[in-house]
């Protein structure tokens, strides 16, 4: 694929630098290009804004504040309403108001500049999808209940798409035949849908959320292998232009594909996810994917005198527990028996302490979403004696036994010990068509098995020394190396002369139909402004970085100070000579209301900087520059305003 020569938005944006402000469009990106690198311009919604004299205020701006009072416990996504970001439609589904798009547009555009970088070409792909082409790649049942579907008058059967892997590969497959297109980088910045069943926090956890997506199609898994390297480089550049802390982990593929992953983590109190790091070495990884050496028996467990145990009098009582859960087709009771957790932070833990992932790894069919499996156990043997067919359905009660319970603990499973909940106490007895299977060794590795999540002080895998840490996580971004999990079902290839396919390297060397290897990597745009919110908000509000905020300075004028202010806004206005310099992103808020209002709205609205006009202006003609973030509060001269507030924002 050629190389961009010239920046697509320029002329754009040439074109807008020749019109007064008043007449900006409201569509217009806030990119420019030069020598092929994006520079920050300020203001990407400056018609809407500005007033005829050419200055951004607030009054012309829609931000519903008011009517929501706030509250003691107050998260930072009530904050986002409050403060007029966004409103909730529906549940799972938010409409978003004017603030809060300018903080998505400015987080796409810094998206943009960075696909930009990587040669990559946008496009819009449609969010239908159907049934059909799902069913091709294998996924449709996977994905099951998570997924929009529905039907046309016709009776073709269609999906809202979660993503787009399916698509994007049968566009690429129906337009390019020949090695010689290849290497193809697409991106979109689209919304998804996912049939949450519990949405929560706001838009780290919604039914209707906005991805960007970049899908690369390279020739050779050597080729594809260095995308993916550019790719992981250009996201760390990317995540480290907000400037805010973030974990970069090792990953499960899932049900995407391919065996090559990694996710990009903001720490925060409200993750879902865990990602595992070590003290003494580099070693990084989400739950799904981290080690641990296996532990000797009896390890991270307290002895209890309710134990039930039988035999052993040479070694301490353990107290057992149990962790149920049920396959897919309900006919598998999964039991996952494990000794009491030494450690009352885990014990008292919400979360439960075994690793679900650790069992789907062993048993593949669990369904970990369902919250009462006993019951639809029960449910399923009910009903298929029910149905008064001739042969009942079999059923498995199958026993996982963690590797720390000593073997007169495991010795007590296997002999369905009275004392133990071998099955569920609303059963007399285990039904006669049920078979009984204890697994306590990993199938495919042969050692014991470790069931249990990861806690702090845990042993390092990877070095002697370390010990790992368990850290609550959101994942923003995921890179994925896909190989041929999409195109060899759907027919991706291109074709590759028979003489050349040996310089390629290509395993496939005698056929000249050669499938395209390929990646996919995601950044949730909307959940990265909600991770941004959860990560910097405090007691006062929210506290936007620069790249992402509304706005990057609010000037807030005193009583009687109106005219005063718009010196201030128009000194702040002027951009200083020398390369690299830009336009700073200004509002006035010129609003009919209260001086301390409109001060307690600044840090509700979370403005990097605040510029207030206040008492020391009439005489000495100073101004107070506040920035939360920086615990900054300083009177700056008007002379030196502006190289002041520039020099605070190049810190955020």
């Given amino acids: 694929m050629r190389p961009l020569t010239s920046n697509p938005y320029m002329k754009a944006r040439e074109a807008a630098r020749q019109l007064p402000?008043?007449?900006?469009?409201?569509?217009?990106?806030?990119?420019?290009?030069r020598s092929r690198a994006f520079v920050r311009n300020s203001s990407s919604h400056a018609a809407c804004e500005a007033t005829v004299d050419g200055r951004a205020r607030l009054s012309r701006i829609w931000v519903p504040t008011g009517g929501i009072a706030p509250s003691s416990a107050e998260d930072p996504h009530v904050k986002l309403v409050r403060a007029g970001f966004l409103r909730q439609a529906h549940s799972g589904v938010f409409h978003m108001l004017p603030l809060g798009r300018r903080v998505q547009d400015k987080l796409e555009a810094l998206?943009?500049?960075?696909?930009?970088?990587?040669?990559?070409?946008?496009?819009?792909?449609?969010?239908?999808?159907?049934?059909?082409?799902?069913?091709?790649?294998?996924?449709?049942?996977?994905?099951?209940?998570?997924?929009?579907?529905?039907?046309?008058?016709?009776?073709?059967?269609?999906?809202?798409?979660?993503?787009?892997?399916?698509?994007?590969?049968?566009?690429?497959s129906s337009t390019v035949k020949s090695y010689k297109e290849l290497p193809i980088r697409l991106y979109q910045i689209s919304r998804k849908y996912r049939d949450e069943r519990r949405p929560r926090h706001g838009l780290l956890r919604s039914r209707e959320f906005i991805m960007k997506d970049l899908y690369t199609f390279d020739l050779s898994p050597s080729t594809a292998l260095a995308t993916y390297d550019q790719v992981r480089k250009t996201y760390a550049r990317l995540f480290d232009e907000l400037k805010l802390p973030y974990l970069v982990a090792e990953a499960d593929s899932g049900d995407m594909g391919g065996n090559l992953s990694h996710?990009?983590?903001?720490?925060?109190?409200?993750?879902?996810?865990?990602?595992?790091?070590?003290?003494?070495?580099?070693?990084?990884?989400?739950e799904e994917l981290a080690e641990s050496p296996v532990p000797d028996p009896g390890s991270r467990t307290v002895g209890s005198g309710s134990g039930s145990t039988n035999g052993d009098l040479n070694q301490p009582e353990v107290k057992i527990l149990v962790w149920r859960g049920i396959s897919r087709d309900r006919r598998t009771l999964v039991n996952v028996w494990y000794p009491s957790p030494a450690t009352s932070d885990l014990a008292t833990s919400t979360i439960p302490e075994v690793n679900v992932h650790a069992v789907k790894a062993v048993f593949p069919d669990l369904d970990a979403s369902v919250e009462d499996p006993i019951l639809l156990w029960e449910t399923f043997i009910g009903?298929?004696?029910?149905?008064?067919?001739?042969?009942?359905?079999?059923?498995?009660?199958?026993?996982?036994?963690?590797?720390?319970?000593?073997?007169?603990?495991?010795?007590?499973?296997?002999?369905?010990?009275?004392?133990?909940?071998?099955?569920?106490?609303?059963?007399?007895?285990?039904?006669?068509?049920?078979?009984?299977?204890?697994?306590?060794?990993?199938?495919?590795t042969h050692q014991p098995l470790n069931l249990l999540r990861i806690a702090d002080r845990d042993a390092c895998p990877r070095c002697y020394d370390g010990r790992l840490k368990v850290q609550r996580a959101i994942e923003l971004g995921h890179t994925f190396h896909l190989g041929t999990r999409y195109s060899e079902p759907l027919s991706a290839t291109v074709n590759v002369p028979a003489d050349d396919s040996g310089a390629f390297k290509i395993e496939a060397a005698l056929s000249s139909q050669v499938p395209m290897q390929m990646g996919?990597?995601?950044?949730g745009v909307s959940r990265m402004i909600g991770a941004v919110a959860d990560t910097l908000a405090d007691d006062k509000g929210l506290n936007w970085p620069r790249v992402m905020a509304p706005f990057e300075v609010?000037?807030?004028?005193?009583?009687?100070?109106?005219?005063?202010?718009l010196k201030v806004y128009d000194v702040l206005c002027r951009v200083p000579t020398g390369p690299g310099n830009s336009q700073l992103d200004l509002i006035l808020d010129d609003r009919e209301t209260s001086f301390p209002w409109k001060m307690q709205?600044?840090?509700?609205?979370?403005?990097?900087?605040?510029?207030?006009?206040?008492?020391?202006?009439?005489?000495?003609?100073?101004?107070?520059?506040?920035?939360?973030?920086?615990?900054?509060?300083?009177?700056?001269?008007?002379?030196?305003?502006?190289?002041f507030v520039r020099s605070v924002l190049a810190q955020l």
């Fill in 111 to 172: 998206i943009d500049k960075y696909m930009y970088q990587l040669g990559a070409s946008k496009l819009a792909l449609s969010s239908i999808s159907s049934e059909e082409i799902w069913s091709k790649s294998g996924r449709l049942e996977k994905a099951g209940s998570e997924l929009f579907r529905f039907r046309d008058r016709k009776d073709v059967q269609y999906l809202l798409s979660p993503t787009h892997e399916e698509e994007i590969t049968s566009l690429v």
């Fill in 21 to 33: 402000r008043s007449f900006l469009n409201w569509s217009f990106a806030h990119i420019t290009c």
């Fill in 601 to 643: 709205d600044a840090d509700l609205v979370g403005y990097p900087v605040i510029v207030v006009v206040g008492r020391r202006w009439k005489a000495e003609n100073l101004c107070e520059v506040q920035c939360r973030r920086l615990q900054l509060r300083q009177e700056v001269a008007i002379g030196e305003l502006a190289d």
């Fill in 383 to 444: 009903g298929s004696r029910r149905n008064g067919s001739a042969k009942v359905a079999r059923t498995t009660l199958l026993n996982l036994v963690d590797c720390r319970l000593p073997e007169y603990a495991q010795s007590s499973i296997i002999t369905t010990d009275s004392h133990l909940p071998v099955w569920p106490k609303s059963m007399e007895f285990l039904p006669l068509e049920t078979d009984m299977v204890l697994i306590n060794k990993d199938p495919s």
């Fill in 520 to 523: 996919c990597h995601g950044i």
């Fill in 263 to 286: 996710e990009f983590h903001f720490p925060t109190s409200k993750g879902e996810d865990h990602v595992i790091s070590c003290s003494n070495c580099d070693y990084v990884a989400n």
């Fill in 554 to 565: 609010v000037i807030v004028p005193g009583k009687g100070l109106d005219e005063a202010a």
